[in-house]
Nanobody, 122 residues
Framework: QVQLVESGGGLVQAGGSLRLSCATS????????MGWFRQAPGKEREFVGT????????VYADSVKGRFTISRDNDRNTVYLQMNNLKPEDTSVYYC???????????????WGQGTQVTVSS
């Protein structure tokens, strides 16, 4: 069973940057697409972005396009979410997840990390 552990969250001022990491173990990391999602209190979990198995393809939600970048290091079994020009509305718990192929829907992902809190102050 694969395990995912997110890290890198924290408190940052608007306009600042953070880089989240998601370390995986238990399966061949390069066989799977990876996704990032976020969930704010009282809201549904929403898609942030996804990356292909090779890392050559990415898809982003419109709300983060041009500000967030997903990358992966298959040698380190880790996927990253670089977040720049952060806004207060980016405040959420951020989750990484595993899927058989790139996808934007929550139900396409079958293994999730525990989440890491990102708080952006105005």
């Amino acid at each position: 069973q694969v395990q995912l552990v997110e890290s890198g969250g924290g408190l940052v001022q608007a306009g600042g940057s953070l880089r989240l990491s998601c370390a995986t173990s238990g399966r061949t990391f390069s066989n799977y697409a990876m996704g990032w999602f976020r969930q704010a209190p009282g809201k549904e979990r929403e898609f942030v972005g996804t990356i292909s198995q090779s890392g050559r393809s990415t898809v982003y939600a419109d709300s983060v396009k041009g500000r967030f970048t997903i990358s992966r290091d298959n040698d380190r079994n880790t996927v990253y979410l670089q977040m720049n020009n952060l806004k207060p509305e980016d405040t959420s718990v951020y989750y990484c997840a595993v899927a058989m192929a790139m996808a934007t829907m929550v139900r396409s992902y079958n293994v999730w990390g525990q989440g890491t809190q990102v708080t952006v102050s105005s």
